[in-house]
């Protein structure tokens, strides 16, 4: 991933925002996902608050093996005072029936979850969301601002590329992480969410991650397995594609296919060209 492009001093100036955000906020819980987004959010809530920011990351069967790994280490590496809470989305019925809400009934259950942590700290939530997720489809932010949410990107001028380059500024190596989203996004609006499914778009991923592969999807459509990378990545997985078909296909998939189009995050989304990373 190329770094983004903006001025020392504007990355600096927001860089003191976000810092002086956390000055006057009190005790906070961050929604840590392990995303460029949130860790950044984490870990200047943790230079600013110390023991008093917490960083929670949400297990479940939506968050992808790699992902739920990398947020344990990125807490190790850097100090936080972090621990996990386990969400129920998949309890829900309107959840797994995977309509243009999803996002909403899984956001509802993380801040569910959040909730006995939030009363323990009398703490502030905090989520990673930034300017430009503002104008994608994202119905979980409706959940998380009903429950109290606070988003300290957005209420400090940050965009997609300002977040990248301040954790650059920071040395996070969080700055040039492929963008990531819950595994439900991976799969067509109308078809019910399963932890199966779940499991197997995570095996899939898996399968293209090791084999170099970094910002990728594996989109489910029934037994057909929808490929985007990047287009610079269409002919490593051209080379490998006895490798992809054949694990692919021991997944269940009958016909594997690389997108043309290339990557677009939030492909399957009700609205086009709209966000998925919820």
């Known amino acids: 991933m190329t770094s983004p492009q903006s001025s020392p001093s504007a990355s600096s100036e927001l860089l003191d925002a976000l ?40 297990v479940s069967p939506s968050l992808a093996g790699r992902e739920a790994d990398d947020c344990a280490l990125l807490a190790r590496e850097w100090g936080l005072n972090w621990t996990t809470v386990t969400t129920d989305e998949m309890e829900s019925a309107a959840y797994r029936a995977n ?22 700290r009398s703490a502030v939530p905090v989520l990673g969301v930034n300017l430009d997720d503002l104008a994608d489809h994202r119905p979980g932010q409706r959940a998380a601002i009903a429950a109290g949410a606070r988003f300290p990107l957005v209420e400090t001028g940050f965009t997609k590329a300002s977040v990248r ?43 293209l991650v090791g084999l170099g592969l970094g910002q990728l999807r594996v989109r489910h459509h029934g037994d057909t397995a929808r490929i985007e990378v990047e287009p610079v990545d269409f002919a490593r997985v051209i080379e490998s594609r006895e490798v992809v078909v054949d694990g692919l296909q021991r997944l269940g998939y009958r016909y594997v296919t690389l997108d043309l189009a290339g990557f677009r995050s939030g492909s399957m989304n009700p609205e086009p060209g709209a966000e998925d990373r919820t």
Do not use: N, Y
């Open 99 to 120: 309509d243009a809400d999803r996002c909403f009934h899984c956001k509802t259950a993380l801040m569910d979850a959040l909730a006995p942590v939030l009363a323990e």
């Open 19 to 58: 810092r002086g955000w956390f000055a006057t906020v009190g005790d906070v819980v961050v929604a840590f996902s392990g995303g460029a987004d949130s860790a950044l959010v984490a870990a200047v809530a943790a230079e600013q608050l110390g023991d008093r920011a917490l960083a929670v990351t949400a």
């Open 165 to 207: 380059e301040v954790s650059r500024l920071l040395s996070l190596r969080t700055w040039d992480k492929p963008a990531a989203a819950c595994l439900a996004s991976r799969i067509e609006h109308g078809r019910a969410v399963s932890v199966t499914l779940l499991a197997r778009v995570d095996r899939a991923e898996d399968l």
